[in-house]
């Protein structure tokens, strides 16, 4: 059942992600940033009535602690990149997160990758590293330099690290205490958290929080659907392979980027999305 909640994880983040770029036309970024939590919080609250709360201990509320700082930063660049940069130019570049992931899931949780989970890793890397293909013939470092010049993309491989350390340290968290509760306490905490961010860096532009909130309501009902299933399918299985079929999110936010927003080169990085889907299937069959 992991992977069908992290598939679904996958969906409601890229609907989310389409919709707050399109929000991006006429709304402040911060604003933006703060109502994926915001405007999440009734659903979660809704759900807060009718799970049951386990007992959080020390652990859980240390991790919380550590997650906070990071998560904010995270969502700060993350805004901004999808602000800047075409979205299949963006967001694809998230699928570096399980890279990243063999590294500090080892160090943090312990926990190791078998060969074929490694090879679909390395899969989703490569593809990502096509998405820039169209400059290859220019070398085979330019599509490196191709995303050093994108500051989307790496705005979102930076942001890919951050979630590598997060989705290790939000296990822990969930360990001691249960998927959907953490999910749902863990952004509330955040939406009080990233108040005082906005207050200080766009308090002028909150009146759009009502004079756009049926959009914003809509991202936050996805950002809640995106919450909760990525909770039940981490709890589930090993943070790397789960995080790394959750990236499939970018084969939708490509689809997303030509039918919304009309961007190019398409196919080309289709193609590249489509070696990480392979890796993913080489994840999800290990």
Known sequence: MWVLYALLSAVSLATADAYSKKSLERADESVV????????????????????IPALDWIFWRTILLLLPIELLAVVLYIRAIKVSPLSLTIPFLSFTP????????????????????????????????????????????????????????????????????????????????????????????????????????RLHLPQLKTHGRTFLVIGFFEACMIVFHALAIAQTLVAYMIAVKRTSLLFSVVYGRLFFQETQIRRRFAGSLLMVIGVALIAMR
């Open 33 to 52: 940033a703060w109502i994926r939590f915001l405007f999440a919080t009734p659903f979660l609250v809704g759900l807060l009535l009718l799970i049951p």
């Open 99 to 202: 890279v990243f992931l063999i590294l500090t899931s080892s160090l943090m949780l312990g926990e190791t990758v078998d060969r074929t989970g490694t090879a679909g890793i390395g899969l989703i890397a490569l593809g990502a590293y096509l998405l820039h293909g169209h400059t290859i013939e220019q070398g085979w470092l330019s599509p490196l330099k191709a995303i050093l010049k994108e500051q989307g993309s790496w705005l979102m491989i930076l942001v890919a690290f951050l979630y590598s350390i997060t989705s290790n340290l939000g296990k822990i968290a969930i360990l001691h205490s249960s998927p959907v509760a953490f999910g749902v306490i863990y952004y509330l905490i955040l939406t009080v958290a990233f108040a005082p961010i906005v207050w200080w860096r766009s």
